[in-house]
C-alpha cells in the first residue's frame, strides 16, 4: 500500500494543473464569468490568472466539457506510466534494482511496458480534445516525466526499508531457533558421567 500511494497521488495533483490549463483553452468565458470576480475578470488576460482560483472555483462541480474530458484523460495517462514504471519494483520484493535489473533478463517484462507506452499514446491521441497538450505549460511536461522517476524512487527506498526490517526478522528467527536447540538438546547424565569418571581410574592405576 505504501508502495503505491504516490503514483496514486502523483497524477491527481497534475489533474489540477491540466483542468486549470484547459479550462482557459477551451473555456475561457466560463472561467471569466463564474471563475473570478468582476474586477480579475476585467483586467486579467486569459491564462494569466492563477490555476487556484479555477481549481477552487465552485461552479466547476456541475461542469462537464472537454476541459474536464482531457484533463481526465491526462491524468489516466499520468497513472498507468507511473504503474509501469514501478512495475520493475515489484518484481522483487527484496532485490534493488541495481542489483538485479529487470530490463536485462526478464524481456518479457521488457516488451511489456513498450507495449504498454505504444497502447498509452495510442489512447491518448484517440481520446484526447485536439489542442490539449498544445494548450499545457512547459512546468506540466517536466513534472509528467519526472512523476514515473520520483515514483520509482520512492518504492525503491520503501523496499529498502523492508530490507532492514526483513535482515531483523531473520537474525530473531535465528536466535530463537538456537536458544529452542540448546534448550532441547541432550544433556549428560549422572551414571553416564560416573561411568567415564570410573573408567579413567582403571586406565590410570598400575597393572598388578
Not at 468565458?29 to 472555483?57: G, H, M, Q, W, Y
Not at 509501469?84 to 536485462?104: A, D, G, K, N, V
Not at 489512447?123 to 516525466?145: I, P
Amino acid at each position: 500500500i505504501i508502495r503505491a500511494s504516490l503514483p496514486a497521488i502523483i497524477p491527481q495533483f497534475l489533474y489540477l494543473i491540466v483542468l486549470g490549463e484547459l479550462m482557459w483553452e477551451f473555456d475561457s468565458p466560463f472561467v471569466k464569468d463564474f471563475c473570478l470576480n468582476s474586477t480579475n475578470s476585467s483586467n486579467d488576460e486569459p491564462r494569466t490568472a492563477p490555476i487556484a482560483s479555477i481549481i477552487r472555483c465552485e461552479a466547476l462541480s456541475d461542469y462537464s466539457g472537454p476541459a474536464v474530458e482531457s484533463a481526465g484523460t491526462i491524468t489516466l495517462a499520468a497513472l498507468a506510466v507511473c504503474t509501469c514504471m514501478t512495475s520493475s519494483s515489484y518484481l522483487f520484493r527484496m532485490e534493488s534494482i541495481r542489483s538485479e535489473p529487470p530490463w536485462q533478463r526478464n524481456h518479457l517484462w521488457l516488451g511489456t511496458l513498450v507495449l504498454a507506452f505504444i497502447l498509452i499514446a495510442v489512447y491518448m491521441s484517440l481520446v484526447l480534445e485536439e489542442g490539449s497538450m498544445a494548450a499545457l505549460s512547459w512546468y506540466f511536461y517536466c513534472l509528467f516525466l519526472l512523476a514515473p522517476f520520483v515514483c520509482l524512487y520512492f518504492c525503491e527506498l520503501v523496499k529498502t526499508m523492508d530490507q532492514k526490517h526483513e535482515k531483523r526478522a531473520i537474525m530473531m528467527r535465528r536466535l530463537q531457533f538456537e536458544t529452542r536447540l540448546g534448550m532441547w538438546s541432550p544433556k549428560e547424565t549422572t551414571h553416564v558421567g560416573d561411568a567415564a569418571n570410573n573408567s579413567r581410574r582403571e586406565s590410570a592405576s598400575p597393572i598388578v
